[in-house]
């Protein structure tokens, strides 16, 4: 009776912390995703193709300017047009889908932490990846990576818990996490590709060797990786295999080429040194970063169940950490698989901390203070300098930047006080954990993150948006209902989006000289930074029509007949 009593108490306990965390994720990641335009280029790349297919009702390709984009799998895109199915096609409906998987991530991560130890690590666990800056940022974009990191991370995860059955365990039990743990995996390459089941299966096999040295037995055996690989591959073949049918090789060879170029040579902009991802990881994670600097040597010291998990998260940081630095390409969201594993030694710390096994060092109570400070100043003076543009315009030479820094761009002067109420709540949260109130403490530090990045996407993101876009966006939107041709002088996928490009429209075969001096048959427009707008303007056809943000809008009429 009374182990009855406790289990339905402790299950009564895990459904109103659910509860809680859906609903205070709901409040912070599903109102206002539309406050802000798509930024360029992977926001409006997705929705773009997302919208391509409810104006096509081709599904099955996905698809940029009406033409085939090898560069993507469709899975992230076809939620993209289910919400814009049912929302329109706006900000908010292609942002929906990364704010519903914050919501289940969230609530995946607590009923796992729950699982391998109890409530107060899932609920640790949680407020962590919440409370720290990109983990919670990316959950109120566009792009791909939060849906894909999940997927992966289930994927792995159901490998863990069929490793980790006892010999005794009915054979059908290991198989069915097997055949879940390849099928995440197919749905994460459904996604964004191969490297979903070069990640995992990297994983799993240096796992897998560890585990055969510490224990002397196979946690994987060779039908136990065919039967993962088969379903991984018969999950994934429900769009490759489909579009290999319909178009032949060329498309999935394209695509396969296209990644391998990525990982071989820098996208342009996107050429970082080796320890990019070291820096964005370290920075771009706090505080959970800077907690979980401790765990990495002590987390897998033990050798029960959950120190075994804490072994494959390292491995799994470890794997994606490696791969996306030794790839030319850089971009900070590549390594942000490494979130999962990162926040959940971060909760490895918090737990042991306050069970009185390990130690809070005073070192890192200064390092929180000192780089959590120095991001509340940042927050604090951006916008006051930036709104007094004038200050800083005389140490400025170049005529881009001037012309950004003179956007008509209106602030209500209040701005700051979101970096200088960040600074009282770091230090107020570095003193609770100073005076060793470590609960409380790690809360307030993971909350007043979260609070901040909130506050900041309301009311400052718009600003940033309207100093690098708002200009070219909002002209693009007023030639929605007009037939013509637009371009760019730079890479965009702007125009498509918000111009509401159709069919043929603006082919990307169009020749920028040709629409400047040949026999168009309808207006052109064309879009150039400051910086490249002497190009366009040798053609005395093209008529300047505005300067503005550091944009300069041309345009073409349509000749009149000889």
């Given at each position: 009776m009374t182990t009855f009593f406790s289990g339905s108490l402790q299950t009564s306990l895990a459904v109103r912390y659910s509860l809680t965390i859906a609903a205070i994720s709901f409040a912070f990641f599903v109102p206002f995703l539309g406050a802000v335009h798509l930024f360029d280029w992977d926001e409006i790349n997705f929705a773009e193709s997302a919208r391509e297919m409810l104006v096509t009702g081709?599904?099955?390709?996905?698809?940029?300017?009406?033409?085939?984009?090898?560069?993507?799998?469709?899975?992230?895109?076809?939620?993209?047009?289910?919400?814009?199915?049912?929302?329109?096609?706006?900000?908010?409906?292609?942002?929906?889908?990364?704010?519903?998987?914050?919501?289940?991530?969230?609530?995946?991560?607590?009923?796992?932490?729950?699982?391998?130890?109890?409530?107060?690590?899932?609920?640790?666990?949680?407020?962590?990846?919440?409370?720290?800056?990109?983990?919670?940022?990316?959950?109120?974009?566009?792009?791909?990576?939060?849906?894909?990191?999940?997927?992966?991370?289930?994927?792995?995860?159901?490998?863990?818990?069929?490793?980790?059955?006892?010999?005794?365990?009915?054979?059908?039990?290991?198989?069915?996490?097997?055949?879940?743990?390849?099928?995440?995996?197919?749905?994460?390459?459904?996604?964004?590709?191969?490297?979903?089941?070069?990640?995992?299966?990297?994983?799993?096999?240096?796992?897998?060797?560890?585990?055969?040295?510490?224990?002397?037995?196979?946690?994987?055996?060779?039908?136990?990786?065919?039967?993962?690989?088969?379903?991984?591959?018969?999950?994934?073949?429900?769009?490759?295999?489909?579009?290999?049918?319909?178009?032949?090789?060329?498309?999935?060879?394209?695509?396969?080429?296209?990644?391998?170029?990525?990982?071989?040579?820098?996208?342009?902009?996107?050429?970082?040194?080796?320890?990019?991802?070291?820096?964005?990881?370290?920075?771009?994670?706090?505080?959970?970063?800077?907690?979980?600097?401790?765990?990495?040597?002590?987390?897998?010291?033990?050798?029960?169940?959950?120190?075994?998990?804490?072994?494959?998260?390292?491995?799994?940081?470890?794997v994606v950490l490696t791969i996306f630095s030794i790839s030319t390409t850089k971009i900070a969201h590549y390594s942000s698989l490494c979130y999962f594993p990162l926040t959940f030694l971060a909760t490895h710390q918090i737990y042991h901390v306050l069970s009185g096994k390990a130690v809070w060092r005073a070192a890192a109570s200064v390092a929180c203070a000192v780089f959590g400070g120095l991001v509340a100043l940042l927050l604090t003076l951006f916008p006051i300098v930036i709104s007094h543009s004038s200050w800083i315009l005389p140490f400025i030479t170049d005529e881009l930047v001037r012309a950004v820094l003179q956007s008509p761009v209106a602030w209500s002067g209040y701005e700051w006080l979101i970096g200088a109420v960040y600074f009282v709540l770091i230090m107020f949260s570095v003193w609770l954990l100073w005076q060793q109130k470590f609960e409380f403490g790690f809360g307030a530090l993971f909350l007043s993150s979260a609070m901040t990045l909130h506050f900041f996407t309301l009311f400052i993101a718009p600003k940033v948006e309207a100093y690098t876009q708002a200009e070219p966006i909002r002209f693009y939107q007023s030639l929605q209902d007009e037939d013509c041709y637009i371009v760019t002088g730079y890479k965009s996928y702007a125009p498509y989006f918000y111009a509401r490009l159709r069919p043929n429209q603006s082919p990307s075969t169009l020749d920028h000289e040709w629409l400047a001096t040949g026999p168009i048959t309808k207006p052109a427009y064309f879009v150039a930074k400051l910086d490249g707008a002497k190009w366009y303007e040798q053609f005395p056809e093209l008529k300047v029509i505005k300067r503005s943000g550091g944009y300069v809008f041309f345009k073409r009429e349509v000749p009149a007949s000889p």
């Open positions: 081709n599904y099955t390709r996905v698809q940029i300017n009406f033409e085939p984009f090898w560069e993507k799998p469709p899975l992230f895109i076809w939620l993209q047009a289910l919400s814009m199915h049912l929302f329109g096609v706006n900000e908010f409906a292609a942002r929906l889908p990364n704010a519903l998987c914050g919501i289940i991530t969230l609530l995946v991560l607590f009923f796992i932490g729950r699982r391998l130890y109890d409530e107060r690590f899932g609920l640790f666990w949680a407020m962590a990846y919440f409370g720290s800056f990109l983990p919670h940022f990316y959950f109120k974009t566009a792009i791909i990576d939060p849906v894909f990191n999940l997927f992966i991370f289930l994927g792995v995860y159901c490998f863990f818990l069929a490793s980790t059955l006892e010999e005794s365990s009915s054979l059908w039990q290991r198989r069915k996490y097997l055949v879940l743990s390849g099928a995440f995996i197919g749905l994460g390459i459904l996604t964004k590709g191969p490297v979903a089941l070069l990640v995992s299966g990297l994983s799993g096999i240096i796992y897998t060797l560890i585990s055969f040295y510490r224990f002397r037995r196979w946690v994987l055996t060779l039908t136990d990786a065919i039967l993962f690989g088969v379903v991984a591959l018969v999950v994934s073949s429900l769009w490759y295999g489909l579009e290999t049918v319909q178009h032949g090789w060329w498309f999935l060879w394209s695509f396969i080429s296209y990644q391998i170029g990525l990982f071989r040579e820098p996208v342009a902009g996107h050429g970082q040194p080796f320890y990019y991802h070291f820096m964005v990881l370290l920075f771009g994670v706090f505080p959970a970063s800077f907690i979980a600097l401790p765990a990495f040597r002590r987390a897998a010291a033990d050798r029960d169940t959950p120190s075994s998990f804490a072994l494959l998260m390292i491995i799994l940081f470890g």
